[in-house]
């Protein structure tokens, strides 16, 4: 069966620190991911999605950014934190197209930026 | 741009109540939708998918339908339980995913 997992679960850090949320797949090949941020009182925000190693979209403009290293490893980045950072950050993954197929979340990040 | 509503933002009821979650989407044209629940600082599970040719999917004691014409879906649970507690979101696909803000449910036993 599929599993995914992120890590930290939970993370505080200064404002102008940098970040680094892992998030990796297993039992599943050439999954598509996807990193999602739920600001306090708000929905599921689209940050980026990656189709395949090395390939990366972003829907919104900010200050994070994303790889796709290795085929089922997903990471988001900061080279400096903002205060407007902090949320709850969720990966997901899904086989095949967005348009067609179930995504299945991870347990989420929660960061707190001081 | 495709929004998505949820309403109401926060519903309690007594244990064994059926209830329904309200979703709307501006948007019709959608490949899916997708219901989840989430748990209070955890990740989403998912419920039930709804594919844009079908009205309904049933899974247990959740019943979601889709009229997408009018840019609508509900979520029905029966006979609501204190476990059922917990935000319930929408999330509409036409090419990519958008949420609602979600329904906080508490079922009260």
């Known amino acids: 069966s599929q599993t995914i997992h992120q890590w930290p679960a939970t993370l505080v850090q200064p404002v102008g620190s940098p970040l680094s949320l892992e998030c990796t797949v297993e039992?599943?090949?050439?999954?598509?991911l996807y990193w999602y941020r739920q600001a306090a009182g708000r929905g599921l925000q689209l940050l980026f999605y990656?189709?395949?190693?090395?390939?990366i979209s972003s829907e919104v403009p900010q200050n994070l950014s994303a790889s796709r290293p290795q085929d089922r490893q997903f990471i988001l980045s900061s080279k400096k934190l903002l205060l407007s950072d902090s949320g709850f950050y969720l990966c997901a993954w899904s086989k095949g197209l967005v348009s067609s197929n179930i995504q299945y979340f991870g347990a989420g990040t929660r960061l707190s930026v001081l | 741009k495709q929004e998505v509503t949820q309403i109401p933002a926060a519903l309690s009821v007594p244990e064994g109540e059926n209830l329904v979650l309200n979703c709307s989407f501006t948007d019709s044209a959608i490949y899916n939708l997708q219901w989840f629940r989430q748990d209070p600082g955890k990740g989403l599970t998912s419920l039930l998918l709804?594919?844009?040719?079908?009205r309904e999917q049933t899974s247990g004691r959740l019943n979601a339908s889709l009229d997408k014409s009018s840019g609508r879906s509900t979520l029905y649970i029966a006979a609501s339980q204190p476990g059922d507690s917990a935000t319930y979101l929408c999330a509409v696909n036409n090419n990519d995913m958008r949420f609602g803000a979600g329904t906080r449910l508490t079922v009260k036993p």
């Open positions: 709804i594919q844009s040719s079908q």
């Open positions: 990656s189709v395949g190693i090395g390939q």
């Open positions: 039992g599943t090949s050439n999954p598509n």
